[in-house]
């Protein structure tokens, strides 16, 4: 259903009112809501985690020991970039879903059971990763988002994810089934847009959790429960990135597809071209997973030249992005011109910027594009090699992940709710100010990790200073830095703390009968413009198949090959040392060489004296 | 007002980047800034943007040249 085929009356709030989603799918509602409520609650743990160490770090507040900032860190990077996106996600492709295809989902009591699912992985992993908070219960998973060997987690860890996993595979099945069923009622007709970004996304997430499925129900898990004694970490980590490149793109296709279809008509205007989106969502299908080892440059064990080939994949990656940047920025541009905006730049002003959910979608925007040129600087082969594991890393990932997916979910939330509640949104003005505080606590955090990835100081630590050596910065000092991380989190931290005010405060709100058509935005060159082969998603997975085949094949098979499939018995981590034998190793290098250095000594004195 | 409230609020959060890196693009020109400076000119564009802002056009009355949604 477009917006075109609402009912097209108008009250103060200028947008079309007519059927919400909730009047129209009053069962899909109640599941999206769930979705959504379930990734806030994700969204509210992390963000507390997040404050945390970044304030510890910056030893502005240290409420905990160093030893637990691991155990932070995990639950920052896995609450977030796991369960908020990936339950926000899968209530937004549902939306997607059963409104492009204007008809319900097959069996509702399988859409529950695959939330269900999702949501007892989460539960399962969570209270793996906070039991190591207390020393009362043997458990912990401080193995961080990115969880390969040789740090072992607690098998409930691993267990949870695998079934959280499999959730989201069983909600893919469910968006195949409904679009099954909507094309034999259907015949000939194109893939709506949304739905088929849906279905392409889905495609490539089966492909990519290929990876990490091995990885886990292989090796870490029989690992981690004793059935086997070692892994090979280069192999665990190959396959996680397998996984972990791709995952990226899967927080990332859902804010695409909210710029693509949400965005054109929140500016007042239609998407550019359909077309051009299809190809988008092909070429993220494509090339999304043959790139993962572009995050290991710096392993051992893998030859330049598979590297190599990872780097140029990645470049060609860049494409779908650009080709989003112009389209969505043309989309805007003729949103803004339809509401009176004129001249090159003018035109701007004209857009609706005291809207919440376009400022909030904009500005995602904005700071993606700023991600983006850092991402370039981490896939090149050789000036990874300047950033590589240095606070650099985070900083972009939080423009991309942390601001181009977060904010653009927040931003979308408050057009969502409105549609999922019947209820009309609190605080419209908070959520304006919750926009920028985010858009202003990225500049300060992302700015200085950036610029201190540059000095070469480190990520995933909670003391990053090293005794008898100094980070210097090249403008100002490293002081301002860690400032700047910390006010910047501070800032954040405020700005979740409105966003819950706003879900809140619209959630214990009335039912209201002023809510907005639900829709999604026409497109200036539509569906029918498009080749058909882009509907072809057979040979589209076919061939992503193949290229992941011709990327990761002989790198797992020389990988094999070198360590053995279960690697040369490596002990998990934390590794025991013995400290009397390294005292004695120890002493015994100190003998050996002042041994040496006096032999010289001597050597040279009975030289002089013959000469 | 040239623009509304709400557009003013975007506009002012765009210098933010803008003062955050001033000190850098200084010092590329062999200008030192120190960070009080950083504050006093990121408060001076403020105030420039402000007045600007709520300065009424051409002496007329207040106009919202913003988009409203």
Do not use: C
């Not at chain 1, 979705?35 to 994700?42: G, I």
């Not at chain 1, 997430?205 to 292989?218: D, E, P, Q, R």
């Amino acid at each position: 259903m477009s917006d075109a085929t609402v009912n097209d009356t108008t009250k103060t709030t200028g947008e079309p009112l007519g059927e919400a989603y909730l009047d129209k799918f009053p069962a899909e509602a109640k599941v999206v809501r769930s979705a959504l409520y379930s990734s806030f609650l994700m969204l509210a743990l992390g963000g507390l985690f997040g404050v945390i160490q970044t304030l510890h770090r910056t030893d502005f507040l240290r409420i905990m020991e160093s030893e637990t900032y691991y155990t932070v860190l995990t639950a920052h990077g896995v609450f977030l970039v796991i369960a908020f996106t990936i339950f926000f996600l899968v209530g937004v492709f549902t939306w997607g879903v059963t409104t492009s295809l204007d008809r319900g989902v097959e069996d509702i009591r399988f859409t529950w059971v695959w939330l269900g699912t999702m949501s007892a992985g989460a539960v399962m992993s969570a209270v793996a990763i906070l039991a190591g908070f207390t020393d009362s219960i043997d458990m912990s998973a401080d193995v961080l988002f990115t969880f390969y060997a040789p740090m072992q987690a607690h098998p409930l860890f691993y267990i949870g994810l695998t079934v959280f996993v499999v959730g989201t595979w069983l909600a893919g099945a469910d968006w195949f089934r409904s679009w099954w069923a909507w094309k034999k009622e259907n015949p000939g007709e194109r893939i709506p847009l949304p739905t088929f970004m849906v279905l392409t996304t889905m495609i490539m997430w089966y492909v990519a959790t290929i990876g990490v499925a091995t990885a886990i129900l292989a090796f870490l898990l029989p690992w981690s429960l004793g059935l086997i004694d070692s892994v090979n970490p280069t192999l665990t980590r190959t396959l996680f990135w397998f996984f972990g490149h791709p995952v990226v793109y899967f927080w990332l296709m859902p804010a695409y597809m909210m710029w693509y279809v949400l965005l054109p008509k929140i500016s007042g205007g239609k998407l550019f071209s359909d077309p051009l989106a299809r190809v988008v969502f092909v070429l993220f299908l494509l090339l999304s997973t043959p790139v993962g080892i572009h995050h290991q440059y710096l392993d051992p064990g893998i030859s330049e030249g598979f590297k190599f080939i990872a780097m140029t994949n990645t470049m060609f990656l860049l494409l779908p992005s650009l080709l989003t940047a112009f389209t969505v920025v043309a989309s805007m541009e003729h949103g803004a011109r339809q509401r009176g905006g004129t001249g090159r730049i003018g035109w701007l002003k004209a857009l609706p910027w005291r809207d919440p959910v376009f400022a909030g979608m904009a500005l995602a925007g904005l700071m993606f594009a700023a991600g983006g040129f850092s991402g370039m600087i981490n896939a090149g082969m050789n000036i990874n090699y300047l950033v590589h594991n240095t606070l650099w890393v985070p900083g972009h990932f939080h423009l991309t992940v942390g601001t181009a997916v977060a904010l653009t979910f927040m931003a979308a939330t408050y057009w969502f709710l409105p549609q999922l509640t019947g209820k009309k949104l609190w605080g419209r003005s908070v959520a304006l100010v919750q926009v920028v505080l985010w858009f202003i606590g990225m500049t300060f955090m992302t700015n200085a990790m950036h610029r201190a990835g540059l000095l070469g100081i480190p990520r995933r630590t909670a003391e990053p200073q090293y005794d008898g050596f100094e980070f210097e910065a090249g403008v100002g000092s490293v002081a301002e830095l860690d400032a700047q991380i910390a006010l910047g989190s501070i800032f954040l931290t405020l700005s979740l703390v409105l966003f819950f005010a706003v879900v809140i405060g619209t959630a214990l709100g009335s039912r209201s009968d002023d809510i907005p058509a639900n829709g999604y935005a026409e497109a200036l060159s539509g569906p029918e413009d498009s080749p058909k082969i882009l509907d072809n998603l057979k040979l589209w997975f076919g061939l992503a198949v193949v290229l992941v085949i011709i990327a990761y094949t002989f790198p797992l098979l020389s990988i094999i090959e070198r360590g053995g499939l279960f690697g040369p018995d490596i002990t998990a981590f934390p590794q025991s040392i013995d400290i009397v034998s390294m005292a004695w190793v120890t002493a015994e290098q100190y003998a050996v060489d002042a041994f040496t250095s006096a032999s010289e000594a001597t050597q040279a004195a009975i030289n002089g004296v013959l000469r | 007002m040239r623009i509304s409230k709400e557009a003013l609020l975007i506009v002012l959060a765009f210098t933010v980047p803008f003062v955050v890196e001033l000190r850098t693009v200084l010092a590329w020109f062999h200008i030192e800034v120190t960070v009080f400076e950083s504050l006093l000119l990121g408060a001076a564009l403020i105030v420039a943007i402000l007045v600007w802002a709520l300065f009424p056009q051409d002496g007329s009355r207040d106009t919202d040249a913003s988009g409203s949604s």
